[in-house]
């Protein structure tokens, strides 16, 4: 059965939104006015500008209330998560000890020129996120954290002459597509080198989806709120599952 669901503001399916945006302008009436339109032409109807300001010269910012009559059907959409496996420290640990048989060799890094480690810290380091602890607390988990600003081409030889198991790549900053390139390069680059079989391979930050992951080669993609657990688990049943199957390791 289909499901229709659209956006509300004040009564349910009234279709209100907000939106924001830059125009290259100084502000104004006019600049006002010319924010109202722009929405009305992308489809909206009943625009209101509530906020218009200048930013900078030749800059201004709007904040646009509107109506829409557009609607999805929820049920028709497909985007398993990566992090299904809700598993305790402990459980993992175990988990790793019986069917993988030693520890589990991880590496994770900000790639490109991404200087914000808040993310991969939050996963890697002891302390965790939420109470959740770090990968470097697993007993039977080696983590590396090389920290931020890693090229690719240095990731993929830490993977080789360390022989990782589990390859986590970290993006804040997503200017033009810059993330989306840096994660194709690292994808690519460990085809290239015939590793790519050898590794879990996850990206992470907070535009990542793991429907965008899969797109992009990747094993498992996680955003915004993940546990640390949650990777952890990932990795551990993964990493198990393909040893059960003998694919092709290290």
């Known amino acids: 059965m289909t499901k229709l669901v659209g956006p509300f503001g004040d009564t349910r399916d009234d279709g209100k939104v907000q939106l924001s945006f830059t125009l290259p302008?100084?502000?104004?009436?006019?600049?006002?006015?010319?924010?109202?339109?722009l929405a009305g032409k992308m489809g909206f109807r009943d625009v209101q500008v509530v906020e218009?300001?200048?930013i900078a010269s030749g800059f201004s910012f709007f904040v646009i209330y509107a109506t829409?009559?557009?609607?999805?059907?929820?049920?028709?959409?497909?985007?398993?998560?990566?992090g299904a496996h809700a598993m305790s420290m402990e459980q993992i640990d175990a988990l790793v000890h019986e069917r993988v048989g030693?520890?589990?060799?991880?590496?994770?890094?900000?790639?490109?020129t991404d200087a914000h480690t808040v993310g991969i810290d939050a996963i890697l380091n002891m302390k965790g996120y939420k109470g959740d602890y770090g990968l470097e607390r697993y007993h039977e988990f080696e983590t590396h954290n090389l920290g931020s600003q890693v090229a690719v081409e240095e990731l993929v030889r830490f993977t080789?002459?360390?022989?990782?198991?589990?390859?986590?790549?970290?993006?804040?900053?997503?200017?033009?597509g810059s993330d989306i390139r840096n994660f194709t390069a690292?994808?690519?680059l460990l085809e290239a080198?015939?590793?790519?079989?050898?590794?879990?391979?996850?990206?992470?930050g907070p535009r990542v989806t793991n429907l965008l992951a899969g797109e992009l080669g990747?094993?498992?993609?996680?955003?915004?709120?993940?546990?640390?657990?949650?990777?952890?688990?990932?990795?551990?049943?993964?990493?198990?599952?393909?040893?059960?199957?003998?694919?092709?390791?290290?």
Request: charged share 25%.
């Open 160 to 176: 080789k002459e360390r022989r990782i198991d589990a390859l986590l790549a970290s993006q804040a900053v997503t200017q033009k």
């Open 102 to 112: 030693r520890k589990v060799r991880v590496a994770g890094a900000c790639i490109g």
């Open 68 to 82: 829409t009559t557009q609607a999805v059907d929820v049920d028709g959409i497909v985007a398993p998560s990566a």
């Open 218 to 250: 990747y094993d498992a993609g996680f955003g915004r709120g993940t546990l640390p657990s949650q990777v952890a688990a990932f990795i551990a049943v993964t990493l198990a599952e393909r040893l059960r199957q003998g694919r092709p390791h290290w």
């Open 52 to 54: 218009g300001r200048p």
């Open 193 to 204: 080198e015939n590793v790519r079989d050898n590794v879990v391979l996850i990206c992470g």
């Open 186 to 188: 690292l994808s690519e």
């Open 25 to 37: 302008v100084d502000w104004s009436e006019a600049a006002d006015e010319a924010a109202r339109q």
